[in-house]
């Protein structure tokens, strides 16, 4: 993929986040053990981690767990 459609999925995967009132977080930090690199969701109100505890969901993942939130 190309950077346009990285952002565009990117956006995607935000705006389903927040459809399902969570917060989508992106790793900021170089890659180790613990940090994977990708997406992170968060409960705000709760203040916990739903999924991607290592930053390891791609926006692909983050879609389709967000969907599945909906159901």
Request: include cysteine; proline fraction near 0%.
């Amino acid at each position: 993929m190309n950077e346009v459609e990285d952002m565009r999925i990117e956006s995607k995967a935000r705006r389903a986040a927040k459809r399902v009132g969570l917060n989508m977080t992106k790793s900021r930090r170089a890659e180790s053990a613990d940090n994977l690199g990708h997406f992170m969701l968060i409960n705000s109100s709760a203040n916990s981690i739903v999924a991607g505890e290592k930053y390891d969901m791609t926006a692909e993942q983050v879609i389709a767990y967000c969907a599945a939130q909906e159901k």
